[in-house]
């Protein structure tokens, strides 16, 4: 928030935030600050890392990152077998994480195919927040890290998030638009919003089975349903007296 200052100047930070501003510029981010639209003194602050503070950052705390299968197969020099497709649809080096190191070459990290570095999106963003709130500047002990919970409590700071990437949205919306008639995106989601959303995979994921269990005995339901229909129709057979299970006699068929 900025002071209350006359409308025809563009105003200045107060204390709190212009402690904020440089404690961002401290543990290397990138701002880019922008004046509210509405009626209120409030600053837009867009965050972001370079390659190089992402790097610093992933090998200070040691943050794990996926491997790339193909490297992993080729620095064992031993080919393991698949296993039965009905079995498991991964394969033996998928999903292995390791520790990044700037010593070690980038090429062992898995990346998508159109990146030249490893830090994809849903990469960057965990990096920023673990920076965010950390002491990552070599002053542990003489700074107070930023406490962004505690700053939107009490009003210091009115939100903070991150923004939406509208391609990969508009793709994610295509993806499920498509459901039940292809598959859950699955990894798609996982990539947008971060495995925290791992709750809602599981939700998806049952729901998906139920509905195929149900699906299938439901048609073998409305079958059966037709067939009794049919054979009341043309025996002319009360609808009730198809019960097999029913205790009344009133209410069996003479076989005779």
């Known amino acids: 928030p900025l002071d209350e200052v006359p409308s025809q100047d563009y105003g200045k930070l107060n204390e709190k935030s212009e402690g904020f501003i440089e404690r961002l510029v401290e543990l290397g981010f990138e701002t880019f600050a922008y004046r509210g639209c509405q009626p209120q003194k409030q600053l837009l602050v867009l965050l972001r890392l370079s390659i190089h503070q992402l790097k610093a950052t992933a090998a200070t705390i040691q943050f794990r990152m996926e491997l790339d299968p193909g490297n992993i197969s080729q620095s064992i020099g031993e080919q393991i077998a698949e296993a039965p497709k009905h079995l498991t649809n991964y394969r033996p080096y998928d999903s292995i994480f390791g520790k990044y190191s700037v010593d070690a070459a980038e090429s062992i990290y898995w990346r998508p195919g159109d ?11 965990k990096l920023c927040a673990l920076r965010l709130e950390s002491r990552l500047d070599g002053r542990a002990e003489m700074s107070q890290n930023l406490k962004i919970q505690r700053y939107l409590r009490r009003g210091w700071i009115l939100n903070c998030f991150p923004l939406h990437n509208k391609k990969a949205a508009d793709q994610l919306q295509v993806y499920m ?36 269990m149900l699906f299938l005995s439901g048609c073998f339901g409305l079958v059966d349903r037709a067939i009794l229909r049919l054979y009341g129709a043309l025996f002319d057979v009360p609808a009730h007296a198809c019960c097999s299970g029913c205790a009344n006699s009133d209410c069996r068929v003479d076989s005779g």
């Not at 990146?115 to 963003?125: Q, T």
């Not at 638009?177 to 709750?199: A, D």
């Open 115 to 125: 990146m030249s570095h490893p830090f994809r999106e849903l990469v960057r963003l």
């Open 177 to 212: 638009q498509k459901f039940p008639m292809s598959r859950i995106p699955l990894y798609e989601v996982k990539e947008y919003f971060g495995e925290k959303v791992g709750s809602l995979h599981l939700l998806i994921v049952t729901l998906r089975y139920v509905y195929d």
